[in-house]
Nanobody
């Protein structure tokens, strides 16, 4: 099993940057696929970025070129560097770990981008 704790959210002006962190407690962290999702008010949760066990990354079209997902296997951390933030990036950001069909979610961290 894995337990996830996100941090790094906050209030930032449009055009600014934030880095989200996700700390994972798992004995075999490297085998997990990790991802960041977000949920804006009144909208469904959506995939923002993911990183597979082998290191392959995937991004939503809306964040390509602005966001970067990375991980530190030794520290069991996953990061989401968010640059050139826009008001539409506002939402609760969740860290997710997947292994096979099992998914584990963090509690979420709020990101608010003011225009």
């Amino acid at each position: 099993q894995v337990h996830l704790v996100e941090s790094g959210g906050g209030l930032v002006q449009s055009g600014g940057s934030l880095r989200l962190s996700c700390a994972a407690s798992a004995t075999t962290f490297s085998v997990y696929a990790m991802a960041w999702y977000r949920q804006a008010p009144g909208k469904e949760r959506e995939l923002v970025a993911g990183i597979m066990g082998g290191g392959t990354t995937k991004y939503a079209d809306s964040v390509k070129g602005r966001f970067t997902i990375s991980r530190d296997i030794a520290k069991k951390m996953v990061y989401l560097q968010m640059n050139s933030l826009k008001s539409e990036d506002t939402g609760v950001y969740y860290c997710m770990a997947a292994r096979g069909s099992a998914q584990t979610w963090g509690q979420g961290t709020q990101v608010t981008v003011s225009s």
